[in-house]
């Protein structure tokens, strides 16, 4: 099993910064794939950033490209968002999901680890 721990949300006005971690612990070789979702009340989750361990391109979602940045401390299975200039439509609870074969923003169902979540309040 693997165990994921977010940290990091809290509140923001917008136009501000806020920077996400989350920590895995467990049977971490299995990971493949570390990314960020997120859900809106009343939304469906979406993926916001995700990215294949030791290396490769990272994938955004549109709507946050140029403003958040996924990363990892090398050596440990550490996965970071980076959120700048922050905007109202961004408050939601954030989850951190792990992946043992995909790596994408597509359907949640491939990630099989998923963190509690954490909440992100942008105020306008």
């Known amino acids: 099993q693997v165990q994921l721990m977010e940290s990091g949300g809290g509140s923001v006005e917008a136009g501000g910064s806020l920077r996400l971690s989350c920590v895995a612990s467990?049977?971490?070789?299995?990971?493949?794939?570390m990314a960020w979702f997120r859900q809106a009340p009343g939304k469906d989750r979406e993926g916001v950033a995700a990215r294949w361990f030791g290396g490769g391109a990272p994938y955004y979602i549109d709507s946050v490209m140029g403003r958040f940045t996924i990363s990892e401390d090398s050596g440990d299975y550490s996965r970071y968002l980076q959120m700048n200039n922050l905007k109202p439509e961004d408050s939601a609870t954030y989850y951190c999901a792990a992946s043992v074969t995909f790596c994408g923003l597509g359907t949640p169902s491939t990630y099989v680890y998923w963190g509690q979540g954490i909440q992100v309040t942008v105020s306008s």
């Open positions: 467990g049977n971490t070789d299995k990971i493949k794939c």
